[in-house]
């Protein structure tokens, strides 16, 4: 069973809270809140089940998070997932949210190009959120000064009827309406909806 201490805590949200792996610096371990039902875990698990069966080699970079499992802890069942953290400082890679509202450290430039890059990639590679939110996005920073969008939470869909993870006309249509539905048509438009929510 693995000791998560106060040291290993890295933030929370809505369904988890988020610690560093204790013995693997390039994982994070999530903990459900008492509140989230398994069931809910399970519908993501079974989610990047299948995501599992596909070729992220031919990904030009990890766009999202990857599960590596469940694990015990002191705190309960958790899950591991890939912890982003930047080639530049080894430091855990911050939010997109952090980068729009308290730095300008990255020009918007940049941050549009990388985000029309993350959109691309889950329009080719049939990838989908329930909650594409800036703070589930890490903006992590290369040794080449580029800057790569990694999707940390949210990630499945809960269509009945799949159609768009076969077909190319719907994966662009969903990917399309998720980022006008949480506001990421433009930066502008994302930063007055991230102030208006607090």
Known sequence: MLQLE??????????????????????????????TTREYTNKELLYFKKLSRRNTSK?????YSD???????????GQVFDLVRDETTGDISKTLEYYLLKSNEIADERL?????????????YKVFTRDLRARNICCKLNKDDSVELIIIDGIGHRDFFPFADRFHYFSKKKVDRTFTKWHFDSLEDQRKFLKKIG
Do not use: W
Not at 59 to 63: E, G, I, L
């Open 59 to 63: 990904y030009q970079y990890p766009f």
């Open 112 to 124: 549009k190009s990388a985000l029309d890059d993350l959109r691309q990639h889950m329009i080719k």
């Open 67 to 77: 599960f590596h499992g469940e694990v015990d802890t002191n705190l309960g069942l």
């Open 6 to 35: 106060k040291k290993h805590y890295i933030g929370e949200g809505e369904i988890r809270f988020c610690y560093e792996h204790p013995e693997n610096l390039n994982l994070c371990i999530k903990i459900p809140r008492p509140e």
